[in-house]
């Protein structure tokens, strides 16, 4: 019998205050609760990883671009306050992934909105609260890695993949 698939999980999903405004953002959804309990449930935040602080300026990618616009050198990740802080989210986004490979995670469970974990929808860079469909640069590595991404609104439908 195979060991059930493990996931990587957004560390904000699980209640953990590492977002730019020293918040979490806690999902509770009984399938999570069930995924922790069996330890298939595998947790990282990117932009800690690299050590970027707590509190932190917001930050958004620039142009209405998306994080694999980023990847690709096209786009930069921009702090509200003018910093470029691309370099720390693809060194971020490249932690992430070895993390999930190293822990043998094939899906991964992601913080919607984030420029660094949004995985159906980012901001547009204009710090307005616009939204757009795309992927931050976290959820670009990941697909270009083959791990298979879902946000946080997509729950069902990993379970369904997962067969869990």
């Known amino acids: 019998m195979t060991s059930p698939k493990r996931i990587l999980v957004s560390a904000c999903l699980l209640g953990h205050a590492v977002r730019y405004d020293g918040k979490g953002k806690p999902l509770a959804h009984p399938l999570l609760e069930r995924w922790k309990e069996e330890g298939r449930v595998v947790t990282i935040c990117p932009e800690m990883a690299v050590g970027m602080p707590v509190p932190r300026p917001a930050a958004e990618i620039e142009n209405g671009l998306s994080g694999e616009d980023v990847l690709c050198g096209r786009a930069r990740v921009m702090e509200i306050t003018g910093g470029d802080v691309s370099a720390e989210f693809i060194a971020g986004a490249e932690k992430a992934v070895a993390f999930a490979q190293a822990n043998g995670c094939t899906h991964a469970l992601l913080i919607d ?9 980012i901001y547009d860079g204009s710090f307005a609260g616009k939204k757009l469909v795309g992927n931050g640069v976290t959820a670009a590595l990941m697909a270009r890695a083959g791990i298979a991404v879902y946000s946080d609104r997509q729950i069902e439908e990993l379970a369904a993949v997962l067969g869990a």
Do not use: L, R
Request: aromatic share 12%; hydrophobic share 10%.
């Open 113 to 121: 909105g984030s420029p660094s974990c949004g995985s159906g929808f």
